[in-house]
């Protein structure tokens, strides 16, 4: 517990320093005796509170994305062990973000706007009451008592843990209330939880980044019962903590699992083993010349690999000219439904491109998913396929992309994949986050290329900017355009792809000859490693020719040939 509350620490403290790398902050240690209380007013800014072990003191570090922060800003009272810090409201651009860290078992109480507040390590008591800021805790959960409050939502929040029944207490008010672990512990263990919101999220040991764009208690649709089947430990879980009640009584209705079934087990960022044969490994590598253009011809002599410091045998090169199993990913969601007709004229153009030998297989996706061809190389049923394809509803693209890994592509695990994105990006009704997604993308191996075409073809000046980081959980459902972007450009760098922004109409095309140029300049490496599974693999590709540059995607493990 406390080398992920002190992790977590880490992260909270970057995310609030991100826009105040450069702004003046102030600092100040406050002694305490006894049980202290900190009770901390902040009415347009973020709180961080962090109770570590071996802290002694108070310490706070207030900091502002604006103007410098004074000790004027902050009124600090200190009696008998209770703390009272009341924060100077200033416009938003000049806002203070407060961190405070404290004594264990300490007790806190916050008041706030719509500033996210962060409760993190082993507190005994937490009072917060925002109207709009999500409400994040990191806390130990061998016993808890709490009591949850929206005035005037209905309730918007992830657990880690079951929580006890949601009650409508009035009209448009409800409440959670009850105890978690425990049933009669020790003082010492005994946390307490009393947070009031009116329309804002909270998260109980729940990742801020593993949250979806709808929390909504909802059936569970085709593409996440494919995903729950599957048994990919991290896709499964992320549902389970959305709709835990309708997951569990899915769950009941499939036969026992005699094993675990996963796409494998990841051992580091970007390196990925195998169960079946941890011994074969894969990387894509993406090979040009110093103008950028392809080199062709290459074979098992032209290429060294080094895995952590050691040559490693090669045993095949799949030359660059090799078939590719893609997959096509088509939005015909709401957002598009009246650009339907030019998705399909667009999805065609890129079958059109793509080489004969390709196979391709085609899902398109909504509030669900729907597979319109499996992989095949006859264009001509591919196109017809396309007039299958009907739109309309919210966009669940991060559970067509999850559906598209577990189901589509498992298969061909070892085997040329990539995945061809086409979409606004603005995911509104996934039960997986893209946080949940990067382990399964990095083991699959696919390269994933995101043609992301914001609604309307909208001009690159007229974009909305980034969102402040007052609450960046709720700015993920504010700005979508701009956190799609952020999160394509992600998929494709993880997975060694490359992400399109389309502004324009004659850029698609473009982008489709770019995106089928660079699957010709890609050779998949097969090699021998004697590292354990659950080894970290630092891999460097070597070219014995001059003037070549190279682009690997993450390492995977293949399964043996039967």
């Known amino acids: 517990m406390a080398k992920k509350t002190l992790l977590l620490f880490c992260c909270v403290l970057l995310l609030c320093l991100t826009d105040s790398t450069f702004a003046q902050s102030f600092r100040k240690e406050l002694g305490a005796s006894g049980k202290v209380e900190i009770s901390v007013n902040n009415r347009n800014g973020r709180v961080v509170l962090i109770s570590l072990e071996e802290q002694e003191k108070v310490s706070l570090e207030a900091t502002s994305p604006g103007a410098a922060v004074k000790e004027s ?49 082993n507190i005994a008591q937490a009072e917060v009451k925002t109207i709009t800021g999500t409400i994040h805790t990191e806390i130990p959960l061998e016993a808890v008592q709490v009591h949850f409050i929206w005035e005037l939502s209905r309730p918007r929040i992830m657990s880690d843990v079951e929580l006890p029944e949601i009650k409508e207490k009035a009209a448009g008010m409800f409440s959670i209330k009850g105890k978690i672990g425990e049933k009669k512990p020790d003082a010492e263990k005994l946390v307490r939880l009393n947070f009031t919101t009116e329309r804002g999220l909270m998260l109980l040991n729940v990742d801020p980044e593993m949250v979806p764009s709808d929390l909504r208690e909802r059936p569970l649709t085709e593409a996440a019962k494919a995903i729950v089947k599957s048994g990919e430990t991290n896709l499964v879980d992320a549902i389970r903590k959305v709709v835990p009640k309708i997951y569990g009584d899915y769950a009941k209705t ?52 080094i ?29 598009v439904e009246e650009r339907i007709d030019f998705i399909r004229k667009a999805a065609r153009n890129f079958l059109n491109t793509t080489s004969p030998q390709d196979k391709i297989a085609i899902v398109s996706f909504r509030d669900d998913i729907q597979l319109i061809s499996d992989f095949t190389t006859d264009r001509r049923k591919l196109s017809e396929s396309l007039d299958q394809i ?87 459902y504010m700005t979508l355009t701009s956190r799609a972007e952020q999160d394509g450009a992600k998929l494709a ?70």
Do not use: W
């Open 307 to 335: 895995e952590n410091g050691k040559e490693r045998e090669i045993s095949k090169v799949a030359p660059a000219n090799a078939p590719f199993n893609l997959v096509l990913l088509l939005d015909v969601s709401n957002s």
């Open 390 to 476: 009907d739109a309309g509803g919210g966009t669940a693209l991060y559970d067509a992309l999850a559906y598209t890994f577990v189901h589509t592509l498992k298969p061909l695990r070892g085997e040329r994949t990539a995945v061809v994105i086409l979409s606004d990006g603005d995911d509104n009704r996934s039960f997986i986050p893209y946080g949940a997604l990067t382990d399964t993308i990095m083991e699959s191996g696919a390269l994933i290329y995101p043609l992301y075409i914001p609604s309307g073809l909208i001009r690159e000046s007229s974009l909305p900017k980034p969102s402040t980081t007052l609450d960046p959980t709720r700015a993920r």
């Open 73 to 121: 800003d902050l009124s600090i009272s200190n009696s008998a062990g209770r703390i009272e810090i009341i924060v100077k409201e200033r416009k938003a651009k000049d806002r203070i973000d407060l961190t405070v860290k404290i004594p264990k078992r300490a007790s806190v109480s916050v008041t706030s706007d719509g500033g996210a507040v962060d409760v993190v390590g």
């Open 254 to 305: 499939l036969p026992p699992r005699k094993e675990l079934l996963t796409l494998g087990v990841p051992s580091a960022a970007k390196t990925f083993t195998t169960e079946v044969a941890p011994k074969i490994m894969s990387v894509n590598a993406v090979v040009t010349d110093k103008n950028g253009r392809a080199i062709s011809g290459l074979k098992e002599q032209d290429f060294s690999l």
């Open 493 to 562: 760098e993880i997975s060694g792809g490359i992400y399109y922004p389309i502004r324009r109409i004659e850029d698609l095309q473009k982008a489709y000859d770019d995106v089928v140029a660079q699957l010709r300049m890609s050779y998949t490496i097969t090699y021998i490693s004697d590292l354990n599974a659950d080894a970290m693999r630092r891999i460097r590709v070597n070219m014995k020719r001059d003037g070549v540059g190279v682009r690997l995607s993450p390492v995977v493990g293949v399964n043996k040939p039967r």
